[in-house]
């Protein structure tokens, strides 16, 4: 363990050097390349930090040594990007898309290191990047799934933080296609991404409005969505590993997020001395790393209530997009709550 | 549609309801109470562990109590018996009930990471014969058993402060705690027994969250209700049953907030979710000073 200074971290930030045994025995040589994570909040949140943690942790066995900084404040995330690239990490990261402009003031002096925000939605040449998943495509699939699940031809979404460019992804490409499949879509959103009451309580004003397929994109509060689906036993989609066993029989599939997938790919390539300067985003066009997976259980993307016909529509989409055929790019509009 | 949102105007303002009343028998023994937040929060987590370990509800319900009980103690002794500042006491308590329940839910699963606990949520207990009136059978008489138990707290309450001996001590205690000594009674002693009784009752709108509606427990899962209770029983007037009028009303107006979404009023949905804070605080500035408030709260008691 070797702690690293850090000067102009808020209080409570805590740099402390991660190093592999196993990785440093089995590649020596790579024991130069370092890798570094700032996060908005702490890593035991059990949620969006703790997901930072696991991606930097992921980075270990591509020969990084790793480091991270708990709890970074607005006004200390560019001083904090500098700490870490002067030192010679070769990628800092920031958890959230909120680093990018910070990164975009730093980069310049550093030419060589490679900034990534996590979840953003936009870079800056010649290092620094966002990288995410496409929430629209996941979101497509999930909208036609629903449409084709619903017997009253009424699905709804239940979504937090309206306008962020991820959320507007998801909730658009699930309107957006679940229209084209022909249900009515319901969207609404809620205040706490991690208050399950609060969620439940949504998803149940949508099931009473008519809904009988909910889907949505939360952290903690998700499992909320399953509990009102299986207490009024209509169909849901989750997000977790977890949320098929609440209710076997309701939950039609989860997006299962990639993010060591994401990384790692890139990580290879910054490695062998390419930088990135964009936006870029890993789906179903970008397979074999596709950013995410629909699952229902090991080996099953979908659960055994899912017609085939309805499952082989759903999956076509994926090839639809790996090909170039569909695209989906939602506007606000398509995330407008309300039907 | 009416018929729905009264059914979730019930299920919102159950938890409020439990901790106004926890609140309610603190302040109206002359102790603000600001920690009913970290109460909720001690009694969910306390809930879905006594339930998970038992096997029971009923374990479940019992450590709830316990949980809250727990952060009230903290509070009755720095507040009352080291005489510290009621604000800050009570944002401290939360704040603490936030660290422990997160640090605690990730040491009983070992290795750092939180554990997973699902129970399924307790069912709801028709009461027969009543569930079957047409309309406001299943919407009153078709409820989970906390939610009964939240009404009959609720007449408890009123009974015990209007017409027992104890309960008079109590609100005199609020009013003039020197009357109350020179009496013969130890104010100190009955603020504290209503502050942890109090904490107790709103460890049970805690467990309504986490055993009855949804089942698990999640870090913060009370999300600032022990607040809006506060604010519940001030506008009630510092009575039961305006407290519990109160919580329906912010239930009602919370109720209404997502459905407004889905009639695609065209304003964002940021607008649109502060509409029951919004209530909340016209009510509180209309009532401004000529509410009733105990008239020794959040006096330290003469040494």
Redesign the interface.
């Known amino acids: 363990m070797t702690r690293v200074p850090a000067r102009g971290l808020g209080r409570g930030a805590l740099a402390v050097a991660l190093l592999g045994s196993i990785a440093a025995f089995s590649s020596p040589a790579a024991a130069a390349d370092k890798a570094a994570i700032l996060l908005p909040g702490s890593i035991n949140d059990q949620s969006w930090n703790a997901l930072g943690y696991q991606i930097l942790k992921s980075l270990e066995s591509h020969g990084f040594t790793t480091a991270y900084s708990e709890n970074v404040g607005d006004a200390d995330e560019a001083e904090a990007l500098r700490d870490y690239a002067s030192q010679g990490y070769e990628i800092v990261m920031g958890h959230s898309g909120r680093f990018v402009s910070a990164m975009q003031q730093v980069a310049p002096d550093f030419p060589k290191t490679q900034f990534i925000a996590v979840s953003g939605n936009e870079g800056a040449d010649p290092n620094v990047m966002s990288i995410d998943w496409n929430n629209a495509q996941f979101g497509c699939q999930l909208g036609l799934l629903a449409a084709r699940m619903s017997k009253s031809h009424q699905v709804g979404g239940v979504y937090g933080l309206q306008g962020v460019p991820n959320i507007t992804a998801q909730a658009g490409g699930f309107r957006i296609c679940a229209e084209k499949a022909g249900a009515k879509v319901s969207i609404v959103y809620v205040k706490d991404m991690e208050d399950a009451a609060g969620a439940k309580e949504a998803a149940l004003s949508l099931i009473g409005q008519g809904a009988d397929v909910i889907t949505g994109k939360l952290n903690a509060a998700e499992t909320g969505l399953v509990q009102a689906a299986k207490e009024k036993g209509v169909y849901v989609t989750g997000r977790g590993f977890d949320q098929t066993e609440i209710a076997p029989d309701l939950v039609l599939t989860n997006i299962i997020e990639d993010w060591p997938g994401m990384f790692g790919s890139t990580a290879d390539q910054v490695k062998q001395g390419k930088l990135f300067g964009t936006f870029v985003q890993y789906g179903y066009d970008t397979a074999p790393v596709t950013g995410a997976s629909l699952w229902y259980e090991k080996d099953k993307a979908f659960n055994p209530v899912v017609p085939a016909d309805v499952a082989k529509e759903v999956s076509d989409l994926a090839g639809q997009f790996q090909s170039g055929a569909l695209k989906v790019e939602p506007t606000d509009n398509d995330a407008r709550p309300g039907t | 549609m009416t018929i729905?949102i009264i059914a979730?105007a019930i299920?919102?303002a159950t938890?409020l309801l439990f901790a106004a009343l926890g609140g309610l028998l603190s302040e109206r023994s002359g102790v603000f109470a600001v920690g009913l937040e970290g109460m909720m929060l001690a009694g969910a987590f306390a809930a879905i562990i006594g339930a998970s370990a038992t096997g029971s509800a009923l374990g479940g319900i019992a450590l709830a109590i316990v949980g809250g009980a727990i952060i009230a103690t903290a509070v009755a002794v720095i507040a009352v018996r080291y005489r510290a500042d009621n604000m800050v006491t009570g944002l401290a308590a939360n704040i603490l009930a936030l660290g422990l329940t997160?640090y605690l839910?990730?040491v009983i699963a070992g290795g750092?990471?939180?554990a997973?606990i699902?129970l399924d949520?307790l069912a709801s207990w028709p009461i027969p014969y009543l569930s079957d009136i047409p309309t406001i059978g299943p919407l009153l008489f078709d409820q989970p058993p906390l939610t009964y138990l939240a009404v009959i707290g609720c007449v408890l309450m009123s009974l015990f402060l209007r017409r027992t001996q104890a309960g008079l001590t109590l609100t005199a205690t609020g009013e003039n705690p020197e009357a109350v000594f020179a009496s013969g009674s130890s104010p100190m002693r009955v603020r504290m027994i209503a502050i942890i009784t109090g904490g107790a009752i709103a460890g049970l709108g805690g467990a309504v969250?986490s055993l009855q509606?949804?089942?698990?427990f999640?870090?913060?899962?009370t999300?600032g209700r022990g607040y809006l209770a506060l604010a519940s029983l001030i506008v009630g007037r510092w009575t039961p049953w305006g407290a519990a009028i109160a919580c329906l009303a912010f239930g009602a107006a919370?109720?209404l907030e997502?459905?407004m979404?889905?009639?695609?009023?065209p304003v964002?949905?940021?607008i649109?979710?502060m509409v029951p804070y919004l209530i909340a605080l016209a009510v509180l500035a209309g009532i401004g000073r000529s509410s009733r408030m105990p008239a020794s709260i959040g006096q330290p008691l003469p040494r």
């Not at chain 2, 509606?213 to 698990?216: I, P, R």
């Not at chain 2, 979404?261 to 009023?265: A, D």
């Open positions: 729905d979730a299920r919102i938890p997160s839910l990730r750092g990471a939180p997973s699902h949520p969250l509606q949804v089942g698990t999640t870090d913060g899962m999300g919370e109720a997502l459905r979404q889905t009639f695609g009023v964002s949905s940021y649109v979710q």
